[in-house]
Nanobody, 126 residues
């Protein structure tokens, strides 16, 4: 498994930016798909973004396209989520996750991620 530690959350105003970091130890992140998920109070966890493959392919949920950017630095074994133009509806606990090798479910499906960070709170005020 991979040990993951998120950082970078906080309280911001609508329109502001934040960058979340996910530092991984153990297996290298380049060998796995890495994802960001979020869970707002009283709601189910939802997929936000993922990065995978040797070409660092990225996918996003529709609500963050054009505002969020996922990236990775393999030398630092760290994944980032740059969040711009934040909205109050982005308020949630954000989790970094590493997808298991030889996974079969779609990349957006959290069930095939076997390592999760502790989460970092992002709060966007209007």
């Amino acid at each position: 498994q991979v040990q993951l530690v998120e950082s970078g959350g906080g309280l911001v105003q609508a329109g502001d930016s934040l960058r979340l970091s996910c530092a991984a130890s153990g297996r290298t992140i380049s060998a796995r798909a890495m994802g960001w998920f979020r869970q707002a109070a009283g709601r189910e966890r939802e997929f936000v973004a993922a990065i995978f493959g040797s070409l660092a392919t990225t996918i996003y949920t529709d609500s963050v396209k054009g505002r969020f950017t996922i990236s990775r630095d393999t030398a630092k074994n760290t994944v980032y989520l740059q969040m711009n133009s934040l909205k109050p509806e982005d308020t949630a606990v954000y989790y970094c996750a590493a997808r298991r090798l030889f996974a079969s479910a779609p990349v957006r499906d959290g069930s095939d991620y076997d390592s999760w960070g502790q989460g970092t709170q992002v709060t966007v005020s209007s």
